[in-house]
């Protein structure tokens, strides 16, 4: 059997974490194979192996039969192999099309001609049905243009081998289109790709095998069309009954009292426009949208990071003007972003640290921070949330993607609050922990807290929601109560049919 990829008996530690214990793991040419597991199994580590981030504690590599050592992310990359990786890579300061050729002038012996760059740019927009300024800082663009561009970069390199973990976390559905048909075109020249992603329906659209991994180890591989959501979660997790739930059983909105949130037309320029709607006590509030719909912007008016241009927020009856999220949290809002390493988290701090950040006051003794009460509340969201970490010292960069995601919902447990915004809380969560974050509303909505939640997957919406508010290009289009409605009439409103 020719195999692009072969790893035999990959071992793993960090110091004394065991987190891959005797993978094998192979893939074929022109195959597109999903690596699959829950939060923390090791499939990021596995593959960072294969780029040269890490090396494996022991265990062999090989590539087109031969037997390889890399000695670093460029040595793989000269080897043939390109990463599309769960943290975006891509250099904040240099422009997009910079970042894009970044390294290859040495490939070619002399460096590339302004030009000549410029027409691959462009022919490879025009593949993604993309249209981004190459000339703009990369920091500047949103987190879904950057996603899209660390994309372009990988398959732009032309690669034997490109390896794509969780590439369409924050992409809207035509980016998706476009990514889902270059990796048509690539299995068609011959590449071989491997596919991580926690949406399963992505894996039965794109991939022909899978390997599933549990808690380091390899559970098996399979033929796609032999795998159901089901079946992929029972293996993943061990446990035969763990996939999301149908809908919402109890309701604990109040509708009788003041809501805690009223807004009534607030705008943003052109980008928010006149929305209106109310959330009362205990009661959980779906925004459902497109992605780019701008969900997050009403957000951002609500907790106080954008100012409104026009319009009156209320909570419990009373005007509010907030104007920071500092103000935010002290008029008792809770907010949980969309963009965890920016807005979340702080990657080079401790998980603890990370978790009472917002509660920090509730942890100290006589005046001084004491670590010990910021442990144990930190030991309470693991716990809640199931979080895999080793110690609550450990740094949080050292976190799973899905498990950092966690802690940032974690920081909220306990807050006294009036209401909390959910922005896509379940980006990069294993279907089996989506069940976690979703208690979480239920806990807060049982205290009388209101909840606004926002996901582009719109079975959560209908999973956790009373009532359904659509909104498209900055403006509500409906409200509707989760009574006897499916996810195809949420689409009809979403779409305009
Ligand atoms: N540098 C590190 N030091 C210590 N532990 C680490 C380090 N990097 C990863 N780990 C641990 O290895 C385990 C596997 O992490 P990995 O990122 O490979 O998971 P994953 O399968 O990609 O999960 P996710 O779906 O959440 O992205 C985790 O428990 C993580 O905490
Ligand atoms: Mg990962």
Known sequence: MDYVLEMKNIFKSFGPVHVLEGIDFSLKKGEVRALLGANGAGKSTLIKIVGGVHSQTSGEVFLKGEKVNFKDEYDSKMKGISIIYQELSLIPTLTVIENIFLGRESVRGAFLKKEDMRKEYEQICKDFDFNINPDVITSRLSIANQQMVEIMKAVSWNADIIIMDEPTTSLTNNEKEGLFKIIKRLKKSGKSVIYISHILDEIFLNCDSASIMRNGKLVGNYDVKDLTKGKITELMTGNTNSGIKEKKDQTFADYKSEPVLELQNISRNNVVKNVSFKV??????????????????????????????????????????????????????????????????????????????????????????????????????????????????????????????????????????????????TKGIDIAAKEDIFHTVEEFSKQGIGVIFISSDLDEVLRVSDKIIVIRDGSVVCEMDNKGISVQDIMNKIFDV
Not at 336 to 353: A, F, Q, S, T, V
Not at 392 to 403: C, P, R, T, V
Request: no cysteine; charged share 30%.
């Open 280 to 425: 009362h006590k205990g009661e959980v509030v779906g925004l459902a949208g497109l992605v780019g719909s701008k969900r997050t912007e009403i957000a951002n008016l609500i907790y106080g990071v954008d100012k409104r241009t026009g319009g009156t927020i209320l909570m419990n009856g009373k005007e509010v003007n907030i104007k920071s999220p500092t103000e935010a949290i002290a008029n008792k809002i809770g907010y949980i972003p969309e963009d965890r390493k920016n807005l979340g988290l702080i990657l080079d701090w401790e998980i603890y640290k990370n978790a009472t950040a917002i509660q920090i006051d509730k942890f100290k003794t006589r005046g001084f921070l004491d670590p010990k009460k910021e442990k144990e509340f930190t030991g309470y969201g693991v716990k809640k949330l199931g979080i895999k970490i080793n110690n609550a010292a450990q740094k949080m960069k050292e976190l799973s993607g899905g498990n950092q995601q966690k802690v940032v919902v974690s920081k909220w447990l306990g807050q006294d609050m009036d209401l909390i915004i959910y922005d896509e809380p």
